[in-house]
C-alpha cells in the first residue's frame, strides 16, 4: 500500500499537517502536543489544524529521539534542545576561528 501525502508549500516553506507528521513519522499526537505546549516549537492555525514547517518537523525528530533513546523527560527537552543548539553554535564560530587564524598565519585571504 502507497500513502501519499499532499504537503504544502508556502514561499519556501514546506508545511505539514498532524496527520501528516504522525503518519510519515515516528512521532506521536501527544508528544507533539506537549512539545507544543512546552513551546520547543511554533506551529501555525488553530489547534485542530496545525501546521508544522521544516524546521519544526526536524527539531520534533530531535526531540524524539532524545526522549527515546536517552530517557528524557519531555518537560527537560526544550533545554536539553537549547543547550545542544548553542554547542553546535559555538562549534561553528570556533571553526570559522580557526579557518580566519589559518588564512592570517599563512598569509592567505
Known amino acids: 500500500m502507497t500513502t501519499l501525502f499532499t504537503v504544502e508549500q508556502s514561499g519556501d516553506e514546506l508545511w505539514w499537517t498532524m496527520q501528516e507528521l504522525t503518519v510519515s513519522s515516528a512521532l506521536d499526537a501527544g508528544f507533539i502536543e506537549q512539545c507544543v505546549e512546552l513551546g520547543l516549537i511554533e506551529v501555525q492555525g488553530p489547534p485542530l489544524q496545525w501546521r508544522?514547517?521544516?524546521?519544526?518537523?526536524?527539531?520534533?525528530?530531535?526531540?524524539?529521539?532524545?526522549?527515546?533513546?536517552?530517557?528524557?523527560?519531555?518537560s527537560a527537552l526544550p533545554l536539553v534542545l537549547q543547550l545542544i543548539e548553542e554547542l553546535d553554535e559555538l562549534r561553528?564560530?570556533?571553526?570559522?576561528?580557526?579557518?580566519?587564524?589559518?588564512?592570517w598565519e599563512g598569509g592567505g585571504l
Open 92 to 103: 561553528q564560530r570556533a571553526e570559522n576561528l580557526r579557518v580566519r587564524l589559518h588564512r
Open 52 to 74: 508544522f514547517n521544516s524546521e519544526g518537523r526536524l527539531r520534533l525528530q530531535k526531540a524524539w529521539r532524545l526522549h527515546q533513546d536517552l530517557e528524557l523527560h519531555v
